[in-house]
């Protein structure tokens, strides 16, 4: 190891056991608050010494930067005691010490101004066992008692909110896929061979027929024969058009259905529905199809409501076939 390398050595070693600088600005009881420019007083902040034999460490630990390299008070050196959490340690067996006043120091610019002054918080209660006199394992145990709740709960709150919101979006997404998922299972319509062979009251509807001869002779004619046939088209409304009350279950296979089917926006159902009882929404829905698309046929229609799971409906649409 070269001479360079040795007096490295040595300047980074001392260097790490040299005690912190005291403040260029601020007295032994005070310490540079760097956001006011001005000396606070280290009673205000922390409060008298909580354990017997501790005295404020010089400018209560803090640099001039507003970091604190060690803690706000220390042991009273040996001869020394603070039975009565006075602000320094006096000669043992000497009374009551009083306190140091804190004189700003002289800097190169000349005497600093304090800060105001508040009021000074009690006497917090002392971490350490009797008759076990030793100094806080850290800085910051120690000092996270005397210092203000509300620093504490500044730096907390970022930690706790995010995984609240974290959860509730989480809760919320859930939510919605079971609702979906829900709703997807009851309104499933059935399958169209189930359909058709079920019908809505439990009797059977002949399938072959309806697939084979009515719903083939419907495919060739047009959906405004239905505007004609006005029994029919009632029966129909009286199927398709009622919706359940508040009370009533989820609503599967009506108008409203059978309008998305056909490319109408939900915004257009809704309007055709506040016109009930004066207007069916069934009646609306075919008058205009028939008005958009005049090829539209009654097969297409059948169709619809085969997907729809309507074997009632579409029993009542093959009259007219």
């Not at 239905?226 to 108008?255: A, F, K, N, Q, Y």
Request: glycine content about 10%.
């Amino acid at each position: 190891m070269g001479p360079g390398r040795l007096l490295l050595t040595a300047v980074l070693l001392l260097a790490q056991e040299a005690p912190p600088e005291a403040s260029e600005y601020c007295g032994r009881l005070e310490y540079w608050n760097p956001d006011n420019k001005c000396c606070s007083s280290c009673l205000q902040r922390f409060g008298p010494p909580p354990c017997p034999d501790y005295e404020f460490a010089e400018n209560c630990g803090f640099s001039d930067y507003g970091d604190l390299i060690t803690h706000p008070f220390q042991e009273c050196s040996p001869g020394r005691c603070n039975p009565d959490g006075a602000e320094l340690c006096g000669p043992c067996g000497g009374g009551t010490t009083a306190s140091t006043p804190a004189t700003p120091a002289l800097s190169r610019g000349g005497s600093r101004s304090r800060c105001r002054e508040r009021p000074v918080p009690t006497k917090g209660y002392c971490p350490l066992t009797p008759g076990k006199p030793s100094a806080p394992s850290s800085p910051a145990s120690s000092s996270s008692s005397q210092t203000s709740d509300r620093d504490v709960s500044q730096e907390a709150l970022p930690s706790f909110v995010l995984p609240l919101v974290l959860v509730l979006l989480l809760s919320w997404a859930v939510t919605v896929i079971l609702l979906l998922a829900l709703r997807t299972h009851l309104c499933r319509p059935k399958g169209t061979l189930e359909a058709l062979e079920t019908g809505k009251a439990g009797k059977e509807v002949s399938l072959l027929p309806l697939l084979s001869k009515e719903l083939s002779s419907l495919a060739s004619q047009p959906l405004s024969r239905l505007l004609d046939e006005l029994e029919v088209l009632e029966e129909l409304i009286v199927l398709l058009d009622p919706e359940p009350g508040p009370g009533g279950g989820m609503s599967c296979g009506t108008t409203r259905h059978l309008a998305a089917r056909y490319g109408m926006p939900a915004t257009w159902s809704t309007f055709t529905y506040s016109l009930r009882p004066s207007r069916s929404p069934l009646r609306a829905l075919i008058e205009m199809v028939v008005a958009r698309e005049p090829s539209a046929s009654l097969g297409q229609l059948g169709a619809h409501l085969a997907q729809l799971g309507r074997a009632d409906a579409l029993q009542v649409l093959s009259k007219l076939g």
